[in-house]
């Protein structure tokens, strides 16, 4: 059986310039448990927002709380994918998404919240299983992404990273007013 180790964040040296301010953003010392802690506070944060408030826009052209959990979703989907074959060596270049394409196309919101907050639940379950089984030569594995090399360690914290930031957004553009 194989014992659980801590995730710590990576080196700077483990990513590109482009994922830096989402690594930071993490802030924690434990990537599984933040990953947790995350889970926890967003899905608490939308779960008992009234459907007016689940499909405002700040502004023209801005996504709605729904459109930003699916947008979530597609990106730690992306990032997973991206760390399970680079922890498997494979060194094929993978390309970057176009985020803004990807909403626009979800549909989102025309879908009942609780069945984003259900699909989302299960991503990251299944994220979390997946960061738990990579050894530590696994999570060092570097791939390119984007045009960027990226360690496993690095996607890990980026999803996490980037799911802060957009807790920013909803908690400061969304919530405050």
């Given at each position: 059986?194989?014992?659980?180790?801590?995730?710590?964040?990576?080196?700077?040296?483990?990513?590109?310039?482009?994922?830096?301010?989402?690594?930071?953003?993490?802030?924690?010392?434990?990537?599984?448990?933040g990953?947790?802690?995350?889970?926890?506070?967003?899905?608490?944060?939308?779960?008992?927002?009234?459907?007016?408030?689940?499909?405002?826009?700040?502004?023209?052209?801005?996504?709605?709380?729904?459109?930003?959990m699916?947008?979530?979703?597609?990106?730690?989907?992306?990032?997973?994918?991206?760390?399970?074959?680079?922890?498997?060596?494979?060194?094929?270049?993978?390309?970057?998404?176009?985020?803004?394409?990807?909403?626009?196309?979800?549909?989102?919101?025309?879908?009942?919240?609780?069945?984003?907050?259900?699909?989302?639940?299960?991503?990251?379950?299944?994220?979390?299983?997946?960061?738990?089984?990579?050894?530590e030569?696994?999570?060092?594995?570097?791939?390119?992404?984007?045009?960027?090399?990226?360690?496993?360690?690095?996607?890990?914290?980026?999803?996490?990273?980037?799911?802060?930031?957009?807790?920013?957004?909803?908690?400061?553009?969304?919530?405050?007013?």
């Amino acid at each position: 059986m194989q014992t659980q180790h801590i995730i710590t964040p990576p080196a700077p040296e483990e990513y590109g310039s482009n994922m830096a301010s989402y690594v930071q953003q993490a802030r924690t010392e434990d990537l599984i448990e933040g990953l947790t802690a995350s889970y926890v506070y967003i899905t608490g944060l939308v779960q008992g927002l009234a459907e007016e408030q689940l499909l405002h826009r700040y502004a023209e052209g801005k996504w709605s709380i729904k459109e930003m959990m699916v947008h979530l979703i597609d990106a730690e989907r992306i990032f997973s994918y991206r760390a399970l074959r680079f922890a498997r060596q494979d060194k094929t270049e993978l390309h970057s998404f176009d985020e803004n394409l990807y909403a626009q196309t979800s549909k989102a919101d025309a879908r009942d919240i609780n069945s984003i907050i259900a699909e989302y639940t299960s991503l990251r379950t299944s994220t979390i299983e997946l960061f738990k089984s990579f050894d530590e030569e696994a999570l060092q594995q570097v791939g390119v992404a984007s045009g960027k090399e990226v360690s496993v360690r690095a996607l890990g914290y980026t999803i996490l990273g980037h799911e802060v930031h957009h807790q920013k957004i909803i908690r400061e553009r969304y919530l405050k007013a």
